[in-house]
């Protein structure tokens, strides 16, 4: 009997699971439920946001650690992926959300000053590609700590130092990035993320995202006008490309830090999931499989729009393998699905219709999910 080959690629069941804990989920579910001789190769994905760096350990990468400033200051042990002078670095690890204290928000005043230590520290192991990988951020300052923490001098007309945060940004008068670490010169630079928001406007990093982080409506405008009068004297120090690329797609990330990275650092943006497939081997692995199984906790219209499951449809379907997905919920049609190369999807809210019960016992739930898959395809 042939040897099913299965190639597990998850992003996380966001609030339930890691991508890691997906994909152990789902290979246990198909081991117990197929017939037949199945192997079973795990490759958990992700798309630049949370989860990035724990997707390039699974995948191979050594996992370094460091103490940086998280988005109030206060130290965090962040970390940060390593392979043969490649880094995948994640925003969110020193400059996330989730490094706020429990019900605390500070849109105005949480920064990026640990995004750059995270990055220094990659560049102080060696790493010459830097994949910045930008989502949950807890910052609306313009990457402007992050440039700080790399070498930037940042200076209001008294010729102190910006405050930290997107709210000061409106005291800067000038941007001296001459001092920036020399090492970023021969440094290959991506910024994955999954957004192509501009820097300003009503698709901006403040109108869009800063609701989400806890802006007011009088703070939104307080930091739209704040990062405008940035990207002025940004462009005043290093010309009219700083001026353009606050409209380039991805300037408006992680809070506008994409915009930091872009003007100031000379990064190129790129979708993440493809960044990170390139990165993660998946083009070898899918080499190994006959079928592909991707998902993660909400297959919704975001997900169309280029989360990581389209990614990972979209590259296994240009080498012809069948995709099949499992969600916590589905809210998409068949034939949209179909569109990105999905060719059947498998929801756990289809076994457990409680959205609570069905978050909490999302492992067991995917393992049954997966095991039904296994006797659908006859496994």
């Known amino acids: 009997m042939t040897r099913t080959r299965v190639l597990i690629a998850p992003d996380k069941f966001r609030g339930s699971l890691t991508a890691v804990e997906a994909a152990e989920h789902i290979g246990a579910g198909l081991r117990r439920g197929a017939a037949g001789p199945v192997s079973v190769e795990a490759l958990p994905v992700a798309d630049g946001g949370e989860g ?21 200051g206060t ?4 970390a ?3 392979r043969e002078g490649t880094a995948v670095v994640e925003m969110a690890e020193a400059s996330g959300l989730r490094r706020l204290p429990p019900g605390v928000t500070a849109p105005l005043t949480a920064g990026t000053q640990g ?30 700590g992050m440039l700080s923490a790399l070498g930037a001098r940042l200076l209001t007309a008294g010729g102190d130092p910006v405050a930290p945060g997107g709210g000061p940004l409106r005291e800067l008068a000038t941007a001296d990035l001459s001092g920036l670490d020399p090492r970023l010169a021969g440094t290959r630079i991506v910024l ?31 930091l739209e006008a704040a990062l405008a009068h940035y990207a002025q004297v940004l462009a005043q120090a290093l010309g009219r490309c700083a001026a353009e690329r606050a409209q380039a797609p991805g300037a408006g990330a992680a809070g506008g830090l994409g915009y930091g990275a872009l003007a100031g650092l000379g990064a190129v ?42 990614g990972v449809a979209a590259a296994a379907r240009a080498h ?27 929801a756990l809210l289809d076994l457990e ?18 095991h039904r898959l296994a006797l659908d395809e006859g496994l």
């Open 52 to 72: 990035t760096v724990d997707a390039a350990v699974a995948a191979g990468f050594q996992r370094r650690t460091v103490r940086v400033a998280g988005p109030l």
């Open 75 to 78: 130290p965090v042990t962040a």
């Open 115 to 144: 995004t750059g230590e995270l990055l220094r520290a990659a560049l102080d192991a060696g790493a010459r590609t830097l994949v910045l990988g930008v989502g949950g951020s807890a910052t609306t300052d313009g990457g402007a």
């Open 269 to 310: 943006f790129r979708p993440g999931i493809e960044v990170l497939l390139e990165v993660l081997g998946f083009a070898d692995a899918l080499d190994r499989a006959d079928l592909v199984i991707t998902g993660e906790g909400s297959l919704d219209e975001q997900t169309l729009r280029g989360k990581a499951p389209a």
């Open 320 to 346: 012809g393998r069948r995709v099949l997905a499992v969600c916590g919920r589905l809210a998409v049609d068949r034939a949209a699905l179909t569109a990105v190369g999905i060719e059947r999807a498998y």
């Open 80 to 82: 940060y992926a390593l």
């Open 353 to 370: 219709p409680d959205p609570d019960r069905c978050m909490a016992q999302a492992g067991p739930l995917l393992e049954r999910t997966a």
């Open 192 to 222: 994955a993320g999954d957004v192509d928001n501009p820097l300003t406007g009503p698709q901006g990093a403040a109108a869009v995202y800063g609701p989400q982080k806890g802006a007011t409506p009088a703070e939104v405008a307080a």
